[in-house]
């Protein structure tokens, strides 16, 4: 586990299915995570016992996202690491926070921590991440933990009210 006072990153477990299941077919999330079907259980137990192989063959990293309560943890989200490239030091960062708990500093703390893990024991040299013109709270999110803007996708993501750019950050190790 990686942890500090109030956030805990977590291995996925097999008791998370239901969870997921459910997250995984919200559609209002599906325009970030480039979705464009629903998910069964079957594929969400596979993809649970898949992503436990190692970083080096699935070239990703899903952690969920738990809190700490007084007798147990919850969990509130997940964290990805995707596109992991370990020639050049590189990986994709995603964060998706359960819409109950959005707008506590959840996501911060998380990222921040996978972060410096990505940096410090993975070894990274730099953490990307692509964000819709249009998600005011992701830029923000990644604007206010040092990722910068490096460029703008025209017209890249499809939605139903037209075309919209994709704005593409990026974070170098310290």
């Not at 079957?42 to 898949?50: D, E, R, S």
């Not at 738990?66 to 969990?75: G, L, R, T, W």
């Not at 910068?148 to 009210?161: A, H, N, V």
């Amino acid at each position: 586990m990686i942890r500090n006072d109030k956030i805990i990153l977590r291995a996925l477990e097999p008791a998370d299915a239901d969870l997921l299941y459910q997250w995984e077919n919200q559609m209002e999330l599906w325009s970030v995570s480039n979705t464009l079907t629903p998910f069964s259980r079957h594929q969400i137990i596979t993809y649970i016992n898949q992503i436990s192989l190692d970083i080096y063959q699935t070239k990703q990293l899903r952690l969920m996202i738990d809190v700490p309560k007084e007798h147990h943890q919850e969990s509130i989200g997940m964290i990805d690491l995707f596109d992991f490239d370990p020639y050049h030091s590189r990986g994709g960062i995603g964060v998706m926070i359960y819409k109950p708990e959005r707008g506590k500093g959840h996501a911060r703390e998380a990222v921040a921590l996978f972060s410096e893990y990505a940096f410090s024991h993975l070894g990274l040299h730099q953490l990307f991440c692509d964000i819709s013109e249009d998600n005011q709270a992701s830029i923000k999110l990644f604007e206010s933990l040092d990722f910068q803007m490096i460029g703008r996708k025209k017209e890249w993501l499809k939605t139903p009210s037209g075309f919209k750019d994709e704005l593409m950050y990026q974070k170098i190790a310290p």
